[in-house]
T-cell receptor, first 115, second 109 residues
Framework: EADIYQTPRYLVIGTGKKITLECSQTMGHDKMYWYQQDPGMELHLIHYSYGVNSTEKGDLSSESTVSRIRTEHFPLTLESARPSHTSQYLC??????????????FGNGTRLTVT | RKEVEQDPGPFNVPEGATVAFNCTYSNSASQSFFWYRQDCRKEPKLLMSVYSSGNEDGRFTAQLNRASQYISLLIRDSKLSDSATYLCAVNSGYSTLTFGKGTMLLVSP
């Protein structure tokens, strides 16, 4: 099982605050991802990275930003949190595999509430 | 047409029943297919990969039908603990996985 960690698990924060959600993996996976999921709804890809210094926007427009300075670390930052950002944020990683996509391994998520 | 579509359910079945879900995908060039299980308010966990030749793991069987562009998941002898949402995932043309909305399964005593 992949070792991928997210902190914090739960975060309640006021509108306008800057927040960073942390995600680290110890598997040496090249690819990392951030998904957003509202309760009972589908996963939406918001950012992904193929490796160090690579970041791409996903399918869902997001006001967040990401960075990938180290292979194992893929933090997500919201410069100014708003109530519409209230959601669960799931980080994932996968190995590089030629010709096909490897399965994703997910962290246990950060549940963000913006008041 | 959405890239990946699933019947949201819920599928209500008694313990011991056999249940099957399908997942259709629109990109005929897709190469990788997976089934995930997600419990309420938890992260998705990989259940099994779906190979061209099919894949079986205990009570779970996954199949791929390229001609009709769908994958299926069969659960035999359902347990109460199988109650969860089952997500299918298919790779898109941009080398990322696209997830379906999931099918909810409720197994009752």
């Amino acid at each position: 099982e992949a070792d991928i960690y997210q902190t914090p698990r739960y975060l309640v924060i006021g509108t306008g605050k800057k927040i960073t959600l942390e995600c680290s993996q110890t598997m040496g996976h090249d690819k990392m991802y951030w998904y957003q999921q509202d309760p009972g709804m589908e996963l939406h890809l918001i950012h992904y990275s193929y490796g160090v210094n690579s970041t791409e926007k996903g399918d869902l427009s997001s006001e967040s930003t990401v960075s990938r300075i180290r292979t194992e670390h893929f933090p997500l930052t919201l410069e100014s949190a708003r109530p519409s950002h209230t959601s669960q944020y799931l980080c994932a990683s996968s190995d590089t595999q030629q010709g096909s996509e490897s399965p994703l391994h997910f962290g246990n998520g950060t549940r963000l509430t913006v008041t | 047409r959405k890239e990946v579509e699933q019947d949201p359910g819920p599928f209500n079945v008694p313990e011991g029943a056999t249940v099957a879900f399908n997942c259709t995908y629109s990109n005929s060039a897709s190469q990788s297919f997976f089934w995930y299980r997600q419990d309420c308010r938890k992260e998705p966990k990989l259940l099994m990969s779906v190979y061209s030749s099919g894949n079986e793991d205990g009570r779970f069987t996954a199949q791929l039908n390229r001609a009709s562009q769908y994958i299926s998941l069969l659960i035999r002898d359902s347990k109460l603990s199988d109650s969860a949402t089952y997500l299918c995932a298919v790779n898109s043309g941009y080398s990322t996985l696209t997830f379906g909305k999931g099918t909810m399964l409720l197994v009752s005593p």
